[in-house]
């Protein structure tokens, strides 16, 4: 059973291209969760999606970002014309059930994205 | 607001040697208590958690950590350390009415030397 796979692992994109991070949760999860790690920072949540549904998307910048997990294939984060402060790692939990305390979450090895 | 504090940006120390990772937090209301480790070119993988009942958690690789409320703690400690415990260490909570997000601290870097 794979873990959660996160691709690419590397992505560098030019101020004003467009970002796409990829997440395939582990087979049988259909719990979602973005987080963004800056530089000297902790993890920060970003969005929590369940298939084809955005749970809770409060961490999100109201801007450029977008979050889905559709029925089919892997969640995605976007994010539209990047500027320099979206250099970061972005990770992607999965679990079976939502919640951190009724089960066990899994995270992927992120995404580090740098905006050049 | 709830907040994580992990004041050690690095902890370096011998192999065979006892570490203590502290952690300290911030809430007005009650919170689960997590411990990550993220080893290198990985992802952050579960230590160990406290929900209730005995304040002293035993985790996987003979780490453990011991919940003091009124300190408001979540120092992760482990007795004799090995290179292979070299890693980055996350203290996260979540809040007991609403577990589905994390609150992390900026991590603790463990270098452990031969």
């Known amino acids: 059973n794979a873990g959660v796979m996160q691709n690419p692992r590397h992505l560098v994109r030019r101020r004003g291209q467009e970002a796409r991070l990829r997440c395939s949760p582990m087979?049988?999860?259909?719990?979602v969760y973005w987080y963004r790690q800056l530089p000297e920072e902790g993890l920060k949540f970003m969005v929590y999606?369940?298939?084809?549904?955005?749970?809770?998307e409060s961490g999100m910048p109201k801007e450029r970002f977008s979050a889905e997990f559709p029925k089919e294939g892997p969640s995605i984060l976007r994010i539209q014309q990047v500027v320099r402060g979206d250099s970061a790692a972005y990770f992607c939990?999965?679990?079976?059930?939502?919640?951190?305390?009724?089960?066990?979450?899994?995270f992927g090895q992120g995404t580090r994205l740098t905006v050049v | 607001a709830q907040s994580v504090t992990q004041l050690d940006s690095q902890v370096p120390v011998f192999e065979e040697a006892p570490v203590e990772l502290r952690c300290n937090y911030s809430?007005?209301?009650?919170?689960?208590l997590f411990w990550y480790v993220q080893y290198p070119n990985q992802g952050l993988q579960l230590l160990l958690k406290?929900?209730?009942?005995?304040?002293l958690v035993k985790g996987i690789n003979g780490f453990e950590a011991e919940f003091n409320k009124s300190q408001t703690s979540f120092h992760l400690r482990k007795p004799s350390v090995h290179i292979s415990d070299t890693a980055e260490y996350f203290c996260?909570?979540?809040?007991?009415?609403?577990?589905?997000?994390?609150?992390f601290g900026t991590g603790t870097r463990l270098q452990v030397f031969p």
């Open positions: 087979k049988g999860h259909s719990h």
């Open positions: 996260a909570v979540t809040l007991s009415y609403n577990t589905d997000k994390l609150i």
């Open positions: 809430s007005s209301v009650s919170v689960y």
């Open positions: 406290y929900l209730s009942g005995s304040t």
């Open positions: 999606l369940q298939k084809e549904n955005i749970i809770d």
């Open positions: 939990a999965s679990s079976r059930q939502g919640g951190f305390m009724n089960t066990e979450a899994f």
